[in-house]
């Protein structure tokens, strides 16, 4: 299966400043997703990243606040504006298996503090 | 939007018992996905269910996806410390690229 890396693993942010969170997988994928995990909760999409377009929003996300970018098979982004102490969470991407697409995959997670 | 009821929020055994949780929903799944996480890592799959009434087994753990398609539970026997960690389950509504749903989780501990 694929090996999915993100950077930076951990980071402590004072509030109004921005993060960027990557999102780098071994081989090309369709599909990437965003999902935020909340101290103690469980997995909220953020958003879909797809290759060449825009990112598709959950409700509740907003690109000003999410920006995402994917600008190839391989990588995507995740910015963090703006943050707030209600910002901090575990940052996930995930992808979608080859066969079946059904299963998704998980990267280690970015686990962020904002003061 | 879709829910998923997912029990128990906790449990707390002793090394060598064996247990079960379980997810319902009010919706129908195409495809239930079990995942288990552990502190500091991403959730990682367990086990894929596909078809109603599908009985899946991964080691000592076995899941099965409803009748109806709108549960799911998950069992693990003769529990090992290293079983400890987070469970959760996911619906996938559609075949094919879809969001998944989860579940709230049920934390795992186990007594050596």
């Known amino acids: 299966s694929a090996v999915i890396s993100q950077k930076p693993s951990r980071d402590i942010c004072q509030r109004g400043t921005s993060l960027t969170i990557q999102c780098q997988v071994d081989?090309?994928?369709?599909?990437m997703f965003w999902y935020r995990q909340q101290p103690g909760q469980s997995l909220t999409l953020i958003a879909t990243?797809?290759?060449?377009?825009?990112?598709?929003?959950e409700s509740g996300f907003v690109i000003d606040k999410f920006p995402i970018s994917r600008p190839n098979l391989t990588f995507s982004t995740l910015t963090v504006s703006n943050m707030s102490p209600e910002d901090s969470s575990i940052y996930l991407c995930s992808i979608t298996g080859t066969t079946p697409v059904n299963e998704q995959f998980f990267g280690p997670g970015t686990r962020l503090t904002v003061l | 939007g879709q829910q998923l009821n997912q029990s128990p929020q906790s449990m707390f055994i002793q090394e060598g018992e064996d247990v079960s949780m379980n997810c319902t929903s009010s919706?129908?799944?195409?495809?239930w996905l079990w995942y288990k996480q552990e502190p500091g890592e991403g959730p990682v799959l367990l086990i894929a269910l596909y078809k109603a009434g599908e009985l899946t087994s991964n080691g000592r753990l076995t899941a099965q996806f409803g009748i109806t398609r709108k549960d799911s539970f998950l069992n693990i026997s003769a529990s090992i410390p290293s079983d400890v960690g987070i469970y959760f389950c996911a619906g996938q509504s559609t075949t094919g690229y879809s969001t998944l749903t989860f579940g709230k989780g049920t934390m795992l501990l186990v007594s050596p």
């Open positions: 919706s129908i799944f195409n495809t």
């Open positions: 990243a797809n290759q060449g377009s825009e990112a598709t929003y």
């Open positions: 081989s090309q994928v369709t599909m």
